[in-house]
């Protein structure tokens, strides 16, 4: 085969106004349009969308898997960060 | 069930797996965590997902055609209109997973090419012919309500990009069977040739239908590891016996009679039981000699050669505006 392979996009859509748009899965297109107009065909035939975004997989720059522990460990350790770290007197009550 | 030709060989060997590694990965699968596509993984593990992924991909993309026979002498307007949708899912669903097979490491040209040269398999229930308009109900009743019965276990697969495509998938599937339902409904509740037409078309497609989960549980080479590492939920006499189960009242309720002389209803279990299942002409449809194989793929590669100017053509316009921005800039 001589055909050029087309670039990886990824797809999210919004199904509603106030839901962040989320990722649904990803597609070939040779350009945006194509790409957006494929999103549609392929991720929302059942109109459960307002709003879709393409992103060339290429451009996503991921954390690594094996970096994880570097990366979010630190959070864990960071108890003090947690509301539940305080104790409110109980003559307080509820805050 | 779509990944009935699992047991054939790999070209290259696998290298031993580093058992700490092994183990790390094994402990993640028994606490059910979902494994994604930058972790490590066996390579068995990511061959066996590409290997099964991309033939219940192709297994979609062929799945369009014995329904594509019907779409013009559909009997009505709405009746063309809901085909036409279901086809249009198929090619949704084989789009959904060639995605979850490349995130393994392949590309989706690769995976098309094995099944263009036949190398790759698909479902052997798609090498059977649509000789009249009730296989379309017969279609969605019987071979989608299977595909149900393997597919929603699946949407709870270890491998989450596969897991989260089935969910996608599962959601349309319903339609599938239940539009293949209707369709049934209103054959039998028509006239005797209907009737006729309805009884023909189970007759046809329900041995098919009982062989698409697969061989029975002591003769699945790959089914142990594919349950260890909880790609498979069910074993293959498992969710055939859902299936049984469930579709048997289903076929007594439209008034046809299913085409098993010795299908009966065990009181001591509560399932029904059908008689023997003839393995030589499932070897012989997933081999390539079944009724349509060689048609299926003919049609198969013809439309891949008759769209390739569609996709050189996307090709050069992008190159075109690509170079023209660059000019620009």
Known sequence: MTEAASPLWEVFVRPRNGLAHRHVGSLHAHDAKMALQAARDVYTRRGETLSIWVVPSSAIVASDPGEKDMMFEPTASKIYRHPTFYEVPDEVGHM | ?329
Request: aromatic share 10%.
């Open chain 2, 1 to 329: 069930m779509y990944a009935q030709a699992l047991n054939a060989k790999d070209l290259t060997p696998l290298q031993a797996e580093d058992p700490a590694k092994l183990a790390a990965f094994q402990a993640r699968i028994d606490a059910e965590e979902k494994i994604e596509p930058n972790d490590w993984m066996p390579e068995q593990y990511r061959r066996t997902l590409i290997r099964q992924i991309s033939q219940h991909a192709h297994s979609e993309v062929i799945g369009m055609q014995p329904e594509g026979n019907w779409v013009k002498r559909a009997p009505t307007l709405k009746r063309k209109a809901q085909l036409i949708a279901k086809i249009q899912d198929e090619a949704g669903h084989g789009l959904y997973l060639y995605a979850a097979a490349e995130t393994l490491g392949v590309s989706r040209e690769d995976l098309y090419d094995q099944l263009l040269s036949g190398r790759a398999k698909y479902s052997s229930i798609f090498n059977y012919p649509t000789l009249n308009y009730a296989d379309m109900g017969a279609i969605g009743w019987l071979v989608d309500g299977a595909a149900i019965m393997n597919q929603i276990p699946l949407c709870r697969c270890s491998y989450g990009p596969y897991a989260r495509a089935m969910v996608l998938i599962c959601k349309e599937e319903s339609f599938h069977q239940r539009q293949g339902y209707d369709i049934m409904v209103a054959m039998c509740r028509g006239s005797a040739e209907q009737r006729t037409m309805a009884q023909d078309a189970l007759n046809r497609f329900w041995w098919p239908s009982l062989m698409m989960f697969g061989p029975h549980d002591s003769n699945s080479t790959h089914s142990e590891l594919s349950m260890k590492w909880k790609i498979k939920r069910f074993s293959n006499d498992g969710l055939r016996q859902k299936f049984l189960d469930a579709t048997v009242p289903q076929a007594q309720y439209l008034g046809l009679t299913i085409p098993d002389p010795d299908l009966r209803f065990n009181e001591a279990t509560e399932h029904w039981e059908h008689g023997p299942i003839d393995w030589e002409e499932f070897g012989r449809v997933l081999a390539g000699d079944g009724p349509c194989n060689r048609q299926r793929m003919k049609h198969r590669r013809q439309t891949e050669a008759d769209g390739a100017w569609v996709r050189e053509a996307a090709a050069a316009y992008a190159a075109k505006r690509r170079a023209k921005a660059e000019r620009a800039a």
